[in-house]
DNA sequence: AGCAATGTTGAGAACCATTGTCAAACTGCG
DNA sequence: CGCAGTTTGACAATGGTTCTCAACATTGCT
């Protein structure tokens, strides 16, 4: 490799530019407290004047779901949507309708599924666990 | 709410007929033990000789996800990924690498799941809980 | 400021899994 | 056989997501 890197700390992959519209991509999101589809990001940083090119508002946001500040996830139909989220390890009781969002921890449940998988030898494990229901205010 | 249909005649709301096209998923869905997305179930019923259409496919895989017969969830990349499973509630821990399945179950993680929700007034609940990894073979 | 090197953007095309269309073929039941 | 309702399949249409690539912005350097 070829990488000179001054004084950093050994192998900076990739430096992330402060844009215009990564900025505008991360208010969207601080202005939400719920999943939002792409579009709907897209649609928001759009109605509060900036513009932004959906295909940068797709890679802003897989950029920063790599990175750890945003949590990606599938709704029924399989479309990404996307949330800012706290940093530690969690999951999602989200709501069907409108989408409110709370973020839980189980350790008892980080517990069980380790010791599932290492009991069938599986190794490099990852999971999905997402509740989804009708919020009180939605009934 | 209106639902008819108690336990016997009632209602039919849909007979499945038996026709050679679905047999045809059936069989190739025995034919695996992991799970493969619509196309490569497809592909095996050529291959096996028969032909069914992709629309077919689709339409035979969602009436027996619906009937509980099959499985369906999302692999990485948001694709629909289906497998004939057995008809109690259970979740999967699933290689990464070679497809090899294993079915789980979890009765705290279901109580778990349930409290949780109950404790934010979520009604209506579902969840989805999916395990990763490299299994013994793939290593 | 000027400049070169490299990362970033956006309009639109391309992808591609999934669903819709609808006339033709099939099934269950007399 | 004949009818009524169901199912099929070739193909078009959707729609979310990614790709392309030339124009543009940012950084580092002089
Ligand atoms: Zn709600
Ligand atoms: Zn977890
Ligand atoms: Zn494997
Ligand atoms: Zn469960």
């Known amino acids: 490799m070829t990488s000179t890197d001054p004084h950093g700390g ?79 390890h969690h999951h999602h009781l989200v709501c069907r309708t409108c989408g409110a969002t709370v973020e839980v921890e189980g350790p008892a449940v980080e517990r069980w599924t380790n010791a599932i998988a290492a009991e069938h030898g599986y190794a490099d494990l990852s999971h999905t666990l997402e509740i989804f229901g009708t919020c009180p205010t939605c009934r």
């Open 10 to 88: 050994g192998t900076q992959t990739q430096q992330r530019r402060p844009t215009r519209q990564r900025r505008a991509v991360a208010a969207a999101l601080a202005g939400f407290d719920d999943f939002r589809s792409a579009q709907e990001i897209h649609d928001l940083i759009s109605r509060q004047g900036d513009s932004v090119g959906l295909a940068t508002v797709y890679r802003t946001l897989s950029s920063l779901a790599e990175a750890g500040e945003v949590d990606m996830l599938r709704n029924e139909d399989g479309e990404a949507i996307w949330r800012s989220c706290s940093d530690t």
